[in-house]
């Protein structure tokens, strides 16, 4: 491609874009006048904020002067409509096989320069490395396909007054963390089992001096852990079970805060098999694990004084001569006998056995996340995140507003007590599921009877995973709830 610039001709295959403000588009040291003229045009038409080509730039973004009481900054609806408008340039610069960008900010809008940029990184994500090269991976090809997938081989550079340099590479960090999180949901199977998931966890945590801990098969069994090692009856491959520990020397929580994944690698429904085209996607139901291992790796990363532990139970549910049957009875970590009536709901009796193991810490909150219930999926389809709680109103309440901002939204479910009936079990102390109604609250349910602390838990199944592209959100994996939780986190800590 060519660009005029200067009156000269030069080659230009840098992806060039301006973000300007709205009354400073007149004042634009890099547009010429018939620039600012046509831009001043459009915009005042109101189509969008985007406007290319220009005879230097491929792109001018224009930034409104629309001010909120978000502390003196964009509203949030404003903020993810340039998300949105990012995830649109890293579309139009792929189809024109262009990877290095050059963004140039005269806006002077901070927090709007980082949504942008952040919309660039996230939507910079591409797992397409199988197009090309053979499965099983080359433990050559391993670090390759990695390091592709978080940056679609994108490289951006930013001029910018109000957002500097140091502040744009923790940006990137970050976006790489939450792009890692897709990548490990992305995976198929066969390149991640329980143990594989577990390696992972134990390496990340290493180059950030997170304190790991992967329990042998043994110490599981010796434990009791009936509802990891029940599920894993029906696998040819071992279960595993991670503990990961953040505490640097000065906390503002002296109790921890526990973060639990659902580390179901493969789920094909136990006994219960699942039908039709309904297994399709079970690669994703890890995808809880990924989300805590993300948000450890992040608050590690940003070197947020808490203290958090992370617990993932990890395990395919697969179906063999040996695979739990309807009507078989289990024991859990705390002693409890959990009736098995349907083998396809597996994801709670792993967490339940992890929520029960980390009573011992004292805990101030359990966070639980998983891809739990297709109930959750009817109720809120891509668009929501299923929350429910038992003692922990407040912090729901604040997880909320960070959903607000990184527009991760969460959708309240009541807990009330006459849900516990539906769990009512004629042999054993509770059953694994209910009828079907309010699927994703007695699941929740069952997880609460396992703790005394202060419980939230977050049932994904609906945004974790998308086979229509959704802006910044693209085909597969989304990572979505885990930049929420990195601002509660950060809000936390600062007013603690």
Known sequence: MKSKKEGKLEEES???????????????????????????????????????????????????????????????????????????HIALSKERKEFTWHIQDESEQKSKVEAFMEGLLLSSYCFDFFKTKPFPLKEKDKSKILSDSLTGKFNFTLESTVFSEVEFKVLQQVCREINRVK??????????????????????????????????????????????????????????????????????????????????????????????????????????????????????????????????????????????????????YNGSTVEMVNTDAEGRLLLADAVAYAQKFKPELIFTMATLTGAATRALGSQGIAVMQEKAEDQVLALTKAGDITHERLCFFPMWKEYEKELESEVADLKNCGSGYAGMITAAKFIAYFTEVPLVHLDVAGVAFLHKKDAYRGIGATATGVRMMVEYFKNYALKK
């Not at 490990?184 to 992972?200: C, E, G, M, Y």
């Open 183 to 332: 990548y490990l949901v992305d995976l198929p199977f066969s390149a991640l089992n329980a143990s594989q998931l577990a390696k992972i966890a134990i390496e990340g945590a290493e180059k950030l001096k997170i304190e790991a801990n992967r329990w042998s098969v043994e110490k599981i069994k010796k434990s009791g852990m009936g509802g990891l090692l029940g599920v894993n009856q029906g696998s040819i491959d071992e279960p595993s079970f991670t503990e990961l520990t953040w505490k640097p020397r000065k906390t503002v929580n002296k109790n921890p805060i526990i973060l639990i994944g659902k580390g179901v690698v493969f789920d094909a429904g136990g006994m219960n098999i699942k039908t039709g085209d309904y297994m399709s996607d079970m690669k994703i139901d890890m995808a809880g694990a990924a989300m805590v291992l993300g948000i450890i790796h992040i608050i590690a990363f940003l070197k947020l004084p808490l203290f958090i532990k992370v617990l993932i139970p990890s395990t395919d549910n697969r179906l063999n001569g040996n695979a739990l049957v309807p009507g078989d009875v289990i024991t859990m």
């Open 14 to 88: 840098t992806y060039s874009l301006f973000l300007v403000s709205e009354k400073e588009i007149k004042k634009s040291s890099v547009l010429s006048s018939l620039e600012k003229a046509y831009v001043e045009r459009q915009w005042a038409k109101g189509k969008s904020l985007s406007y290319f080509p220009l005879p230097v730039a491929h792109a001018v973004v224009v930034f409104s002067e629309v001010k909120s009481a978000l502390k003196g900054g964009s509203s949030d609806e404003e903020l993810e409509k340039i998300r949105i408008c990012a995830s649109e």
